[in-house]
């Protein structure tokens, strides 16, 4: 018999508004589940049964009284461990914040707790969401739901396994370089990287501001749209947040895709790409033909260096948001210190792990005088270009499509020593990030050992709705998150 945890969320908020189920059940379902199975996948940081179980409480009051005004009213959500909640420990899966409770809710959760929403619990992340596959986190490793000695991808890895594991019915990560799309691809499930500045990033301990970006993941498309209308819109309390109108992107889902223009960027099918996961999105894409899209070649010639642009500008970005933890204001501080710069170094030297330290070092470095120009100026001109080369090839195409990883989820410890390896996990979404875009991440195949592939689905600024209206049409064609044999 089908548990409450593994329907998709759209179903679990029709069966709540029917009163066919209780917010309560469906949450004790998902903690069950967790209890269940977690010790397996490691995806939760930190749960609180009770505080849920009240929440659950309150959400089937709201119900029942028809004050509740949302679809998500009653479902439980997980929430990655670098969103402020307020009350609920948020460590950043460092030791730096290990014993850090916000005063404080993220905008994002504020908007889920009128929503009627249920917290389920913190995801566990790469550190400071500084990571491709969630072993750099300082508790512990989350591991792949279709193959536990396999990473889950990352940063939000703890997210995209709790989803693809039915631990959580939904959940929201990060995304600086691909954090939501890539574990979203190795897990087999959807994740949206939403348009910059259509989601508050208040709350959102930073890593690089101009490229950090919450948003959604979901067993299919329906879920993901679900979730992203109730996070977006305006909020005074961040300065990069679009003040603009935002539809409802659920309300607007259509598989129809007669006359759409589908661009294919011959430089994300190339080199450092497995030919299996290349001829995998182009199965999709031919299946999309045949639904009436139509492929167009486009070119994207800067992609080669998008790599080394983004890890210039990020770790730049980190080197300046991070410098805040010193030990004097809140979270680690080492002890036996001999004045305060020896306090300094003690603290960050133990507080922060290896990869978080490799790219504050890396971020000072390109910032530093005699450097500044050879590096950062240059990645910031090259991220300019991107955004030039994007906004050439929408001119004559709705949307492009690429793979999401350029392979399917690689074993634990295999890349954890190589970290250029370990970064080139990111090469088919930085670019996305760069430019600003929304994308969204579907399965679109596996490989013989049953490891899922993802397809990347890019578009315009705030165009949202084409992406996953493609996305939509492509699960309905292909059957979509395929659960993995736990």
Do not use: W
Not at 237 to 248: E, H, L, P, V
Request: net charge neutral.
């Amino acid at each position: 018999m089908k548990k409450l945890c593994e329907y998709n969320a759209y179903e679990l908020s029709e069966m709540l508004s029917e009163r066919k189920i209780s917010s309560v059940e469906l949450t004790k379902s998902v903690l069950e589940r967790k209890e269940e199975i977690d010790g397996k996948i490691n995806a939760y940081l930190f749960t609180d049964g009770e505080a849920s179980i009240k929440m659950a409480e309150e959400a089937d009051r709201l119900i029942a009284s028809s004050e509740a005004k949302s679809r998500l009213a009653g479902i439980p959500v997980g929430i990655k461990d670098n969103i402020s909640t307020k009350g609920i420990a948020t460590t950043c899966a460092s030791k730096m914040l290990e014993n850090y409770v916000p005063v404080f809710n993220a905008t994002v959760m504020d908007r889920l707790s009128r929503a009627g929403c249920v917290i389920s619990g913190k995801l566990n992340m790469d550190e400071f969401a500084m990571g491709s596959s969630t072993e750099n986190s300082y508790f512990v490793t989350t591991k792949n739901p279709f193959d536990l000695t396999c990473v889950p991808g990352g940063s939000s890895g703890g997210s995209a396994a709790a989803v693809s594991s039915c631990e959580a019915v939904v959940a929201l990560g990060s995304d600086t370089g691909g954090s939501i799309r890539q574990p979203a691809s190795l897990c087999g499930v959807v994740g949206l990287k939403p348009t910059y500045g259509s989601v508050s990033r208040y709350g959102l301990v930073a890593f690089a501001s101009s490229l950090d970006q919450i948003g959604p993941f979901g067993r299919c498309v329906k879920d993901v749209a679900l979730l992203q209308d109730e996070i977006q819109g305006h909020d005074p309390m961040d300065a990069t947040s679009a003040n603009r109108t935002y539809s409802s992107l659920y309300d607007g889902l259509s598989d129809d895709v007669d006359g759409l223009k589908i661009g294919v960027p011959k430089e994300y099918f190339g080199k450092g790409v497995k030919p299996e996961v290349a001829e995998a999105v182009m199965n999709s894409v031919r299946e999309l033909e045949k639904r009436g899209a139509k492929a167009v070649a486009v070119s994207l010639p800067s992609t080669g260096y998008a790599l080394s642009a983004y890890y210039i500008i990020a770790c730049a970005e980190a080197s300046s948001n991070l410098a805040r933890f010193d030990g004097v204001k809140y979270g680690y501080r080492a002890k036996d210190c001999d004045g305060l710069i020896d306090m300094y170094e003690k603290t960050r030297s133990e507080g922060f792990g290896r990869e978080v330290k490799r790219r504050i070092m890396l971020g000072t470095f390109v910032l530093s005088s005699g450097y500044f120009d050879a590096y950062y100026k240059k990645a910031k001109l090259l991220q300019k270009r991107i955004r030039q080369e994007f906004t050439d090839a929408f001119k004559s195409v709705d949307v492009i499509v690429t793979p999401t990883s350029p392979s399917e989820a690689f074993k634990i410890g295999d890349r954890i020593s190589d970290p250029l390896a370990m970064y080139a996990a990111d090469i088919c979404t930085v670019t996305v990030n760069i430019a600003g875009l929304p994308a969204v991440s579907v399965p679109c195949g596996y490989s013989a050992a049953g490891l899922p592939y993802g397809m990347q689905i890019i578009g315009r600024k705030f165009d949202e709705q084409t992406i996953l209206n493609l996305a939509y049409a492509h699960e309905n064609a292909f059957g979509g998150f395929r659960r993995p044999k736990l």
